[in-house]
């Protein structure tokens, strides 16, 4: 569903850029910013699983 965007700045991993970048070539997608709203919609659809994602500590770059 479209709606009102409005732009946000943030800062994130060179591989976090790589990977919406590649989401974005694969599945087509007009840019990264749509790849990531994707993603977005999709944890916000799963408010139960939110502790799956956000309590468990990740650190993909130590």
Sequence with gaps: MAG????VNFEIDPDSVEML???????KL????KALRCLLDFIAESE?????V???I???RC
């Design 30 to 33: 007009p840019n990264s910013s």
């Design 21 to 27: 970048n590649s989401i974005t070539e694969q599945y």
């Design 58 to 60: 990740r650190c993909r």
């Design 4 to 7: 009102e965007k409005i732009t």
């Design 54 to 56: 956000f309590k468990k």
């Design 48 to 52: 139960d699983e939110w502790d799956v």
